[in-house]
């Protein structure tokens, strides 16, 4: 491998320094990119974590706005205060109820006069404005990622552009120099990939400390769990929206079957949630101990060894 520069080389540096500097430089800035990215994700440490009595908070770290309120309809329903609506839905079951979580209240308040799945009311600017409150207390106990939050973790995934940039312009340099470029047009490839990975995932609600939170709380719960039948009457309302929260509106379909099935909770949520290559290639034509035909990708009749490396 020639290590040092002759007369032509691009930006003065022989195409296999070039090459191996860009490997370890790119190898470096993606794992700084997902180390940054999982120190946003992370959130507090694990031991300074306490135990989430909220159901809804709990419901809106596992599933989103409509899990929260099927546990609201869940807890109004072990009060008494809600009914499965004819055709579907739920309304409520009087005019005026007391000592409601806020979440339940707005929910309660939604349905009353009137009956509504269970989309119909997760968008109801009431109980969207009591789930904002909700997601801020999370977001303050570090158990979800604020939209500062977010938007740095989605910032941080476009780390790898400045490398795909230098090694854009090193092969445009090459090729206008007529040096070997397949090397790197094969990184570049690897790169746009790796990037185009990183700016589609999405970033997080919950951080890890939530999650850790939310699987700390579904063992703690674990008699609360569908299949072991628990008692509404027994666990009072808590139970009940906390049952749904961790495991689900089966829980509710467990515990007041007709109810669930009357009101259609589970089909009315699926509903309206809506649905939701391989590549691989060979350096071997270009190997140091094989020369590159004039139809190869390392550029018209050089060879990969003493050519450059096919580093531009």
């Not at 959130?43 to 899990?67: I, M, Y």
């Not at 977010?150 to 206008?176: D, K, M, Q």
């Amino acid at each position: 491998m020639r290590g040092i520069a002759a007369p032509g080389d691009t930006w003065g540096i022989p195409g296999p320094t070039f090459l191996i500097g860009y490997v370890v430089l790119a190898g470096v800035v993606i794992w700084m990119t997902i180390l940054l990215r999982r120190g946003v994700a992370r959130g507090p440490a694990t031991e300074n974590l306490l135990p989430q009595s909220d159901p809804f908070a709990l419901a809106l770290l596992a599933g989103g706005p409509q899990l929260v309120v099927q546990s609201a309809i869940a807890g109004l329903r072990s009060r008494h205060l809600v009914t499965a609506a004819s055709g579907g839905g739920v309304k409520a079951n009087g005019a005026t109820a007391k000592g409601l979580h806020p979440v339940e209240n707005a929910v309660f308040r939604t349905i009353t006069g009137r009956k509504r799945h269970v989309y119909q009311i997760a968008a109801d600017r009431r109980v969207k404005a009591a789930l904002t409150d909700v997601r801020k207390g999370l977001q303050r106990d570090g158990l979800m990622l604020d939209e500062a939050q977010r938007t740095l973790y989605r910032l941080l995934g476009l780390l790898p552009v400045t490398v795909i940039a230098l090694g854009s312009a090193r092969w445009w340099n090459g090729v206008e120099n007529n040096r070997p470029v397949g090397y790197l047009t094969l990184l570049l490839i690897v790169l746009v990939v790796v990037q185009i990975v990183f700016a589609v995932r999405s970033a997080p609600q919950k951080s890890g400390a939530g999650k850790l939170a939310l699987q700390q709380e579904i063992t703690r719960h674990d008699h609360l769990k569908p299949e072991y039948s628990p008692s509404w009457g027994a666990y009072g309302a808590g139970g009940a929206a906390m049952g749904v929260a961790l495991f689900g509106v089966a829980s509710l379909y467990a515990a007041d079957p007709a109810f669930a099935a009357e009101a259609e909770l589970r089909r009315q949520a699926a509903a309206s949630s809506g649905g939701g290559g391989d590549s691989s290639s060979t350096s071997s034509s270009c190997s140091s101990s094989s020369s590159c035909s004039s139809s190869s990708s390392c550029g018209g009749g050089s060879s990969c060894g003493g050519g450059g490396g096919c580093g531009g």
